[in-house]
Nanobody
Framework: QVQLVQSGGGLVQAGGSLGLSCVAS??????LGWFRQAPGLEYEFVAT????????YYAKSVKGRFTISRDNVKDTGYLQMNSLKPEDTAVYYC???????????????????WGQGTLVTVSS
């Protein structure tokens, strides 16, 4: 069992930056993804990173603004969000799975373990 604990998030003005963290014992052995869910909408893929720290992929909506990374010594994953827009407002979740295939990396059902979620609010 992998328990993902998230921190970070909060309220920021448009154009600002926020960082999210996700920590779990043994996280270094898992691929890590970030998803978000806006009110009334489905989960939306944000980014994913393999356990090795390579094979990084982003949703088109965040590419160039968000950066996913990890520190396997600390068993921690990160999502740095820059140039935030009001449409980035959502609850953000980290998720982990032993191996994520390229074909389903954007599917939340492919991830086995989930963090508790953290709210990010971007004001205009």
């Amino acid at each position: 069992q992998v328990q993902l604990v998230q921190s970070g998030g909060g309220l920021v003005q448009a154009g600002g930056s926020l960082g999210l963290s996700c920590v779990a014992s043994g996280l270094s052995r898992y691929a890590l993804g970030w998803f978000r869910q806006a009110p009334g909408l489905e989960y939306e893929f944000v980014a994913t990173i393999a356990s090795s720290g390579q094979n990084i992929y982003y949703a088109k909506s965040v590419k160039g603004r968000f950066t996913i990374s990890r520190d396997n010594v600390k068993d921690t994953g990160y999502l740095q969000m820059n140039s935030l827009k009001p449409e980035d407002t959502a609850v953000y979740y980290c998720a982990a799975v032993a191996v994520v295939e390229y074909g389903n990396m954007e599917d939340p059902a492919a991830y086995e373990y989930w963090g508790q979620g953290t709210l990010v609010t971007v004001s205009s």
